[in-house]
């Protein structure tokens, strides 16, 4: 459920691939990491754009499949536009971490196919901000 999720993995750190991550300090995504990071959080940014490069310490990988091990939530900061070659990534990993889609990376079509495979899904809501909003600091 949402509530067992919030309380597995956004109030206690976990491993959270970043796909959309960003060196860029006005992308809301880099807010965010450095955010996660403080708390405690193992980050692993994804996007392709910016492989081979560090993003808050951590080297870059241009696929959820370069991720070096496996993850607890992949955070979506892409659109849904964006999201077709991640989803076929992310099916093809050998483990089924949460998949959160954060504001501006609702896809309901993927959701529905993700939550037939089994996949949990959040979608619509920032992990920090619930982080803060329902976490003790």
Known sequence: TREEIIRRFVCVPSRVAVVGASPKPERPVNGVMEYLKGKGFSLFPVNPAYAGRDIHGVPCVGSLEDVPRPVDVVALFVSAEQQEDVLAAL?????????????????????RN????DYDVVSGECLMAVSKARCMS
């Not at 093809?92 to 959701?111: D, I, S, T």
């Open 91 to 111: 099916v093809r990993l050998p483990f089924k971490p949460v998949v959160w889609m954060q504001p501006g990376a609702e896809n309901a079509e993927a959701e």
């Open 114 to 117: 993700l939550r037939a495979q």
